[in-house]
């Protein structure tokens, strides 16, 4: 499935100590596919409030860290040397927050440090962490180039049908039952961060995002998939 395949990538990760997956609407259908190896699975009950629920459902199981990485179930291609090197550029230089930098495409994985806690806390709604990329000064939230296209996110049955000829896994038929007309319904909100799942382990997470813009001007280090 879509999830796991983006599962298999943040698991290959070495950069992070730990790795958590939100879920939200259709959880159990979604993570009965799953082969998970390392990841701890937290469902948001409070799904339906917008991606800042899931977003809090992964900051409380990530517990005391010195930074949490942010990536979305329904984005494949986020391969696990992409999120490596964006860890490692920001753990050579910490800042506030980091975004990943598409040959000028802003994407996940984001990056945001302890500092940044109290003001994830406080988010409410959708397109929540978008709120502290474009408010916040490239000093505080710091692009971080990868040399790749910006992946494919699933918002629609065409996106879904795309990224399974280009990855190699078979559509369901049962995830267009989930989607009206051509937009994913929304079973579930992060990852964000954190987006919901529907019954074909395709995040709904459309509304977590913005259209992409080119970028303005050693504790533990979970990362989650929502």
């Known amino acids: 499935s879509l999830l796991a395949h983006v599962m298999g990538d943040v698991e290959a990760a070495t950069s992070l100590d730990r790795v958590v997956l ?4 259709a959880a159990s259908e979604a993570v009965s596919g799953l082969r998970l190896t390392r990841s701890v699975v937290v469902h948001n009950d409070s799904y339906g409030s917008g991606c800042a629920s899931s977003l809090l459902a992964g900051l409380d199981e990530a517990g005391d ?10 984005m494949p291609g986020v391969t696990p040397r992409i999120i490596d090197e964006v860890v490692g550029a920001w753990r050579t230089a910490p800042t506030f927050a980091a975004v990943t930098d598409y040959r000028g495409e802003l994407g996940h994985p984001f ?13 409410h709604g959708d397109k929540a962490v978008w709120k502290i ?7 505080r939230v710091r692009p971080i180039p990868v040399d790749v296209a910006l992946p494919l996110d699933v918002d629609t049955w065409d996106d879904y049908l795309d990224v399974c000829e280009r990855f190699g896994f078979e559509p369901t038929s049962s995830c267009q039952r989930t989607m009206p ?4 319904s929304r079973n579930g909100e992060p990852s964000s961060t954190g987006p919901g799942v529907s019954s074909e382990a395709i995040s709904s997470s459309s509304s977590c995002r913005r259209e992409h813009r080119a970028p303005r001007g050693p504790k533990r280090w979970p990362g989650w998939t929502a």
Do not use: N, Q, Y
Not at 65 to 74: E, K, P, S
Not at 181 to 184: A, N
């Open 181 to 184: 007309g051509s937009r994913i």
């Open 133 to 139: 990329v474009d408010h916040e000064p490239p000093d």
């Open 111 to 123: 990056v945001f440090s302890a500092e940044s806690f109290p003001t994830l806390r406080s988010l």
């Open 65 to 74: 860290a010195a930074a949490i990485v942010m990536l979305l179930g329904d």
């Open 22 to 25: 939100v879920t939200g609407g």
